[in-house]
């Protein structure tokens, strides 16, 4: 009986879903559906039975890949967390105003801890958290616990872990269960964001699981991870951090599968961003430094990802010097919006034939209420802003609603709060109109984006023809010069990276690898790597940012759902580390290897080093066939960090498929 496997995607735009025969890797059919945020389940049930899945075909595994972590954090949405902190010097960490650097403003400090060698620093304050605790339960929805020298010596958060458990059903979370690192801050922001994912990440799982079983599938249900490899449901439930970065990951790997490449360049172009990602030896480069979460490091390892803010949907606008600009804010294509609402279409098209002097491109631009307002919120704005709300109860254009409200520009109305929420969507023209005006998109109304795009283009002064191109070559430069900055800073720690290139002789090359208009000397930059497009966007843009570079673009067949394949074509993946220090007193100086909650001592380092190895290998693959790798293979890497030795044990195997057989089997 053939064998078949379900990967599925649910970014900020699009939820895309991929049926793939497993034995011949090849993609029997693709979907993809508008991602349904207030109810993910929706989305995921209609790309499911978009797939035209037929009751004889056997799935047998089933993989997710999701914005869901960053979002979270980023909208607001994740649960609020109360930090405890063992053994941290507070007067410290606030003189460095490293407390911004925590992602919680609930944090308390105990006395606590140990030192470098693993020795307790002070007792523990059990009776202050067990008071702290039964104080403080109602203010929030997690607990995170993070201890002074944890990796080495886990016992006090262990502890503070039980007495919180007495007091409290909440999700508490310990911060050396994450991480190793000795990064104290880091390793207690993992901590605080990991807390404060753990009921949302339960919700989406929950979600996905009633969506399958409500089509009748029974399949072993994976997880992907930050870096591009695959976990147990259970596992991303109790450690959702490590999903971070999940999407852009998952839509390099699923490049480099499609494109049957094992070191390549991947650039996924989506509505939002681009993302790009760097494929070696069939695995994405991880970034050793951990993931961002909006403005919190982690200790999460994750794809080193460059992201920036050019996508199909970013707002085209000018300066007063007329350069064009491409985004950073996300707004949604008024062919889109008007496919969807009629009265924008005719608003529009009734621009044709219009008699002012005075054109506007507030005349077409669009704001509508995307999500209604809490009681708290509506109170606190003032009454034009109130009558702004009540206008755009359905999409109102611009222009009109500052004329209604009595005010000249849309600053004077101070709504930039409930846009950057959501809560508020602005619709206004984008690359996706511009495309439908080209032929090469055909998704809403064609009418419409060639309509506001000859409005535009009498503002900006230039032919529809010209202003395409302008556009297009923009969003070109800017792709290149992504490119280059990360291939050049490969071999940097990722926060060395440039945003831009910049100084004048910079600026200078860059100007003449993109456009080469001197008459005495050229300069070329050629990639390494080929370029491997992913994303709808990808093949009106990316080939030519590739040409640029010199380096040969792949767009292999279904690059526009990657991420979905992505989400089942990795491997399963587990870490374990053994940590080598030494313990030193006045009767004994021993070297001790920790690994998970256990250590072991020994006379000589030598031996503590051989036996760390050993069991940081044992730990990893027995890890990873539980999380149903098959067959794994082991790597160790040794790494000396000051006194301290760390073995870093990866076991790689291929997916465990279910078993369970069919009734037609």
């Known amino acids: 009986m053939d064998r078949y496997v379900i990967g599925i995607d649910t970014g900020g735009t699009f939820t895309d879903g991929v049926l793939l025969h497993y034995e011949s ?14 109810d993910l389940k929706i989305g995921v049930i209609k790309v ?33 967390v109360g930090l405890l902190l063992i053994g941290y010097d507070q007067d410290l960490v606030e003189q460095y105003g490293l407390t911004e650097k925590l992602s919680t403003e609930n944090i308390s400090y105990f006395k606590g801890g140990h030192n470098a060698q693993g020795n307790e620093a002070a007792p523990l304050d059990e009776e202050n958290i067990k ?51 000795l990064n104290s801050i880091k390793r207690a922001a993992t901590a605080a964001i990991n807390a404060s994912l753990v009921a949302v990440m339960q919700d989406f799982i929950q979600a996905v699981q009633n969506s399958l079983q409500e089509l009748g599938i029974e399949a072993p249900l994976m997880i992907v991870r930050g870096d591009g490899t695959m976990m147990p449901y259970t596992e991303a439930v109790q450690k959702p951090v490590e999903t971070v970065l999940s999407g852009p990951a998952a839509s390099a790997i699923g490049g480099r599968f499609l494109a049957r490449d094992g070191s390549a360049l ?65 707004v949604r294509p008024l062919s889109q ?54 206008l755009i109860a359905e999409p109102h254009r611009l222009s009109d609603l500052l004329s209604e409200v009595g005010v000249f520009h849309p600053s004077h109305l101070h709504l930039d709060g409930l846009i950057q929420e959501g809560k508020i969507e602005c619709a206004a023209l984008t690359p996706s109109d511009l495309l439908h005006v080209e032929g090469g998109m055909n998704m809403w109304d064609a009418d419409t984006a060639f309509t506001a795009t000859d409005y535009y283009c009498q503002v900006y002064g230039v032919n529809r023809k010209e202003f395409i191109e302008i556009v297009f070559d923009k969003i070109v430069d800017i792709i290149v010069e992504e490119i280059l900055i990360f291939l050049a800073c490969q071999n940097l720690d990722y926060s060395r990276m ?36 992913t994303g709808a966007p990808a093949r009106h843009f990316l080939k030519r940012a590739a040409r640029t570079v010199h380096a040969k673009f792949i767009l292999p067949e279904f690059s526009e759902v990657a991420n979905a394949v992505g989400a089942v074509s990795g491997s399963v993946s587990e870490v374990r580390e053994a940590i080598v220090f030494v313990r030193e007193n006045e009767i004994q100086y021993s070297y001790v290897v920790k690994f998970g909650d256990r250590s072991k001592s020994f006379e000589q380092y030598r031996e503590a080093c051989d036996y760390a190895e050993n069991i940081a290998r044992k730990l990893a693959k027995e890890a990873a066939v539980k999380s149903g790798a098959t067959d794994p293979y082991v790597d160790v890497e040794r790494k000396t960090e000051g006194s301290l030795t760390r073995f870093i044990a990866r076991a790689v195997g291929n997916p465990k498929l279910s078993e369970v057989q069919n009734v037609e089997d």
């Open 25 to 38: 890797r090849k993609v029997i059919s693709a979907a993809k559906s508008l991602t349904t945020r207030e």
């Open 48 to 80: 499911l039975k978009k797939l035209n899945i037929k009751e004889e075909y056997s799935i047998k595994l089933v993989g997710i890949s999701s914005t869901l972590a960053t979002n979270s954090v980023a909208e607001g949405k994740a649960r609020k």
């Open 131 to 181: 008071k702290w605790i039964q104080e403080k339960e109602s203010e929030f929805d997690a607990v995170a616990v993070s201890s002074y020298f944890s990796p080495l010596n886990p016992e006090h958060e262990e502890r503070a872990f039980e007495i919180i458990k007495e007091e409290t059903d909440l999700p508490v979370v310990m911060a050396s269960q994450l991480s190793t690192k």
């Open 266 to 330: 991947v650039i996924d172009m989506g509505s939002t961003t681009t993302d790009m990602a760097l494929v070696k030896d069939s695995r994405v480069v991880v970034s050793e430094e951990g993931a961002k979460v909006g403005n919190t490091e982690t200790a999460v390892e994750a794809a080193k990802i460059r992201t920036i803010s050019v996508g199909c949907d970013s707002r085209i606008s000018y300066n007063k010097k007329k350069d064009i600009l491409i985004g950073p804010d996300r």
């Open 337 to 390: 919006i008007a496919y969807h609402h009629k009265n924008v279409a005719s608003e529009i098209q009734s621009l044709k034939n219009t008699t002012q002097i005075r054109k506007n491109l507030f005349d077409i631009e669009y704001w509508y209420l995307h999500k209604p307002l809490d009681e708290h919120t509506l109170e606190s704005l003032n009454e034009k802003q109130r009558k702004a709300v009540e």
């Open 498 to 533: 440039p945003d831009r290139i910049d100084g004048e002789w910079g600026k200078w090359m860059l100007q003449e690898i993109l456009h080469s208009d001197n008459n005495y000397l050229s300069i070329d930059a050629g990639s390494r790597f080929p370029v491997i497009g």
